[in-house]
């Protein structure tokens, strides 16, 4: 068996995940996980299959009718990762919505070598004023050595900054 990450890309229409199901279900191919969502006005995401080795070129020919219908799809192998070591964070981040938000969290926790495993953002308006509040939602895990207090205190650092609040809770 192998396992394929298929990257996506399109205008957004119904029946395209259902298109895309069906290319790797011809292919034989089982879908295992996906992260699809409606983004800027398009529909984006990946998807992460299994199927037998040697029935690749017969997904990429599944996956070509379905670009056709206005969908882009990227197929890449996957490889294979170390077994992660160290402690698990969830990291929540919110505050009115500016400019280099990201830039500097993801700048705090790339100094201090944390790797972000998961990592999402939205907006929403805020209820009392109508402003714009940004998101930001990430699991972290920390390299051995780097404490959970650590990365608190370094976001701290910055959380006046850009005007933010921060949460850092174990992750499950």
């Known amino acids: ?54 029935q690749e070129e017969a997904l990429r020919a599944a996956v070509a009718a379905v670009d056709a219908h206005g969908l882009e799809v990227r197929i890449a192998p996957t490889v294979a990762a170390p077994a992660a070591t160290g402690e698990l964070l969830q990291l929540g981040v919110v505050g009115q919505d500016r400019p280099g938000i990201v830039h500097q969290v993801t700048g705090v926790l790339s100094d201090l070598g944390a790797n972000i495993e998961s990592f999402g953002s939205r907006l929403s308006i805020e209820p009392h004023q109508g402003a714009p509040l940004f998101h930001l939602d990430a699991r972290l895990r920390l390299p051995p050595g780097l404490t959970a207090g650590a990365v608190q205190d370094a976001l701290e650092a910055i959380s006046g900054e850009i005007m933010v609040d921060i949460a850092l809770t174990p992750a499950g």
Request: no cysteine; glycine share 14%; aromatic share 4%.
């Open 1 to 54: 068996m192998t396992t394929l990450i298929l990257s996506v890309v399109g205008s957004d229409r119904p029946g395209l995940t259902q298109a895309l199901a069906s290319a790797v279900l011809s292919a034989g191919g089982n879908w295992l996980e996906s992260h699809l969502s409606q983004l800027g006005g398009l529909y984006v995401g990946s998807v992460l299959v299994e199927l037998q080795a040697g």
